[in-house]
């Protein structure tokens, strides 16, 4: 695969979803050499595939169908489309193996029509920051694969905390309560609650179409309409890929998702067992290391509002549970979108010297 002598040739699927935004955003900010953005939306009314020289002076626009695998270095897979463009998966061989583009998905989902072929590729989990510090003992094959899942960012939070704690001390079980935002539903459930509330405090009736319940001022742990699907759909999701990544290193958590009236980031209160009491203190500084920024207890706890824009995990002083000697709680919120999006940039980087051999 040859990259262009200004930057890698990349491509974002889903660049007009909230996600996508993000991740365009990472790749400016992490300087990420690009000579080519293919921006794919994934709006019905914007059927157009543009490619974006980002070199001065230079205006290029062609559709889905001029663009071949071969013609691109990186795909990103911000959101799904009822019609995913050709050079994600190539029909032709010759626009296989090394001369294809390197898929990188931080979507989480795939439309049925897809479930074969994504049963037949072999997809490598990736948090790089995590596999730098917690190696598996058999590394997993990922050396021929073109086809990368970037974690979910509860997957990414729940496994920093177990994988730093358990390096430290044993681990009988873990039980995680994840509190998520509307915007993992995307802009349309970003637009329900903000009418919800608004609608609440001038006594209108309120739209429900979207969560199928009051959320505004609420809590929902099984919402209806398209909401309730997609909130099943994210905890499966999730369990997949913590039974994936942890792969038996630490105990497997419970886990439970719940529908919270903000807009950003997510919550996670994690109950730890440990094999023998741990002070928190201790716990406390096992957990402290890259991506993730411990508070004091003098200190206020970190909320989700104020996560929002932060690259960090921000967890709260350890709290030993008073009548459990070896049960501790841990309280931790991340901006979800933005660690999607940096752990998707991360991955390609960590891909950047094979795509230039």
């Known amino acids: 695969m040859k990259t262009s002598p200004q930057g890698f040739r990349v491509a974002v699927v889903g660049a007009s979803t909230l996600l996508g935004k993000e991740l365009l955003n990472v790749l400016e900010e992490h300087h990420f050499p690009c000579s080519r953005v293919v921006t794919f939306s ?26 071949a695998a071969s013609e691109l270095d990186f795909a990103f897979i911000a959101a799904r489309s009822r019609q995913a463009p050709s050079f994600l ?18 979507s989480g989902t795939a439309p049925d029509e897809e479930a074969a072929e994504r049963q037949s590729r072999r997809e490598v989990l990736s948090v790089p920051f995590l596999d730098r510090g917690f190696p598996l003992g058999k590394k997993e094959e990922g050396g021929k694969s073109r086809f990368y ?25 873990a039980v995680a309560h994840i509190f998520t935002s509307v915007s993992e539903v995307g802009s349309h459930g970003i637009e329900e609650l903000q009418k919800q509330t608004v609608n609440l405090l001038s006594f209108q009736k309120i739209p429900r ?19 309730g699907s997609e909130l099943l759909a994210h905890e499966n999701r999730l369990r997949k890929q913590l039974k994936q990544y942890l792969q038996g290193r630490v105990p497997l958590p419970a886990l439970r998702l719940f529908q919270v009236p903000v807009f950003y ?27 993730v920024q411990m508070r004091r207890r003098s200190q206020d ?29 841990i309280w931790a919120v991340a901006d979800n979108l933005r660690l999607a999006a940096l752990n998707a940039v991360e991955v390609a980087e960590s891909l950047r010297p094979r795509v230039v051999q």
């Open 42 to 67: 994934d709006d019905e009314d914007e059927l157009e595939l543009p490619i974006v020289d980002l070199r001065e002076g230079s205006e290029a626009s062609v559709l889905d169908e001029h663009v």
């Open 89 to 106: 998966y190539p029909a032709q061989t010759a626009d296989q193996g090394r001369s294809a583009c390197l898929i990188i998905d931080l």
């Open 149 to 173: 899942v970037s974690a979910c960012p509860a997957t990414i939070v729940i496994s920093s905390l177990l994988l730093r704690l358990a390096a430290r001390f044993p681990l009988k079980s």
């Open 209 to 227: 179409k979207v969560f199928g319940a009051q959320l505004a001022f609420n809590l929902l742990s099984r919402p209806g309409g398209t909401g």
């Open 265 to 291: 980031s997510l919550a996670v209160s994690l109950f730890i067992e440990t094999g023998q009491p741990v002070a928190a203190e201790k716990a406390g500084e096992a957990l402290q290391g890259e991506r």
């Open 301 to 329: 706890s970190p909320s989700q509002v104020e996560v929002a824009g932060s690259d960090n995990i921000l967890v709260d002083s350890v709290t030993a549970d008073p009548d459990h000697p070896t049960g501790l709680w």
